[in-house]
């Protein structure tokens, strides 16, 4: 069946640097959505890419959609300690949207 | 915040008896869905609707059964706890997505801790 990896499963990082997480599905996508979910809460959508190649910003995330539609990045540039959580990719199946695994970002002072 | 409740919100149970999780939307989305999570493993599908008493086994459905009667309620079943099942479940719900094609984005509930001793 349809499967969604995401790597790297967790990221320590001092705040200030950069992270980066990536997402590879076993089939081509439609769309790809992202979302993050805060320590104890829920996951709270954050942006879904539907073109080849697009890329699209949120202040200080980047989210690019691969040229083949089976690949996607999320890049956070210089960390703060808001961005702490687990960032969760998804890709459309039939009537259901497939998660993968999430990367859980730490962010020290 | 989208309107979709989950209650109870904590459960403790012991093997072998049933437990049943509500899902409550306000937001009359056609599409509602059980997830549940685990360390290591993400969110995972358990079933899914795509309409009133039309509903889908998703990755994990084993030891699960769902209904859906109305629109605004879909209720999952656990017909015999086990300590397997110990997870948070978390309901979803989305409307069409803005492709065109179902589903669009997710709105999450506050999620239903379970614990089966």
């Known amino acids: 069946g349809q499967q969604v990896m995401q790597i790297p499963q967790y990221q320590h990082v001092q705040e200030g640097e950069d992270f980066t997480t990536y997402c590879n599905s076993s089939t081509t996508l439609s769309n790809i959505q992202w979302y993050k979910q805060r320590p104890g809460g829920h996951p709270v959508f954050l942006i879904q890419?539907?073109?080849?190649?697009e890329v699209k910003k949120q202040k200080r995330l980047t989210f690019q959609f691969g040229e083949a539609k089976k690949n996607s990045s999320l890049h956070i540039t210089a960390t703060q300690t808001t961005d702490v959580g687990t960032y969760f990719c998804?890709?459309?199946?039939?009537?259901?949207?497939?998660f993968g695994t999430g990367t859980r970002l730490q962010v020290f002072p | 915040d989208a309107g979709i409740t989950q209650s109870p919100r904590h459960k403790v149970t012991e093997t072998g008896t049933p437990v049943t999780l509500r899902c409550h939307q306000t937001e009359n989305h056609r599409y509602m869905y059980w997830y549940r999570q685990d360390p290591g493993h993400g969110l995972r599908l358990i079933h899914y609707?795509?309409?009133?008493?039309?509903?889908d086994k998703g990755e994990v459905s084993d030891g699960y059964s769902v209904s859906r009667s109305k629109t605004e309620d879909f209720l999952l079943t656990l017909e015999s706890a086990t300590s397997s099942q110990t997870s948070v479940y978390f309901c979803?719900?989305?409307?069409?997505?803005?492709?065109?094609?179902?589903?669009?984005?997710?709105?999450f509930g506050e999620g239903s801790r379970l614990t089966v001793l």
């Open positions: 890419l539907v073109k080849s190649g």
């Open positions: 998804a890709g459309p199946g039939t009537d259901k949207l497939i």
């Open positions: 979803a719900i989305s409307g069409p997505s803005l492709s065109g094609g179902a589903p669009g984005e997710l709105f």
């Open positions: 609707s795509y309409g009133v008493k039309d509903t």
